[in-house]
């Protein structure tokens, strides 16, 4: 069974940090990109940022140059860290992962897994 499970949300000041990670388990998986979508009340869900299998990452617009997102594929970990945080970026953040399961050496087509979502609230 696949478990795809987020930490670090929680309430900060505007230009405040925030580090967010995600891991994936679930015995013998590869797992292509891993990313970050926020939806918050009265607006369209957004990627906020993902990363390749080799590392290349992809950023949304408003987060550029605030916003890092990295992996250790060894843990099969995601992390986003949150800097120069802002009001706009109050919201709830979902992680994302394409995972396929490895079976008799060979990897099943991937599949789309979402975390249960961590609330990041910035505000004074």
């Known amino acids: 069974q696949v478990q795809v499970v987020e930490s670090g949300g929680g309430m900060v000041q505007p230009g405040g940090s925030l580090r967010l990670s995600c891991t994936a388990s679930?015995?013998?998986?590869?797992?292509?990109?891993m990313g970050w979508y926020r939806q918050s009340p009265g607006k369209k869900g957004e990627l906020v940022a993902k990363?390749?299998?080799?590392?290349?990452?992809k950023y949304a617009d408003s987060v550029k140059g605030r916003f890092t997102i990295s992996r250790d594929n060894a843990k099969h970990t995601v992390y986003l860290q949150m800097d120069s945080l802002k009001s706009d970026d109050t919201a709830v953040y979902y992680c994302?992962?394409?995972?396929?399961?490895?079976?008799?050496?060979?990897?099943?087509?991937?599949?789309?897994?979402w975390g249960q979502g961590t609330q990041v609230t910035v505000s004074s």
């Open positions: 679930g015995g013998l998986i590869r797992i292509d990109d």
């Open positions: 990363i390749s299998r080799t590392g290349l990452p």
């Open positions: 994302h992962s394409e995972i396929s399961l490895i079976r008799n050496g060979e990897a099943d087509p991937p599949r789309d897994y």
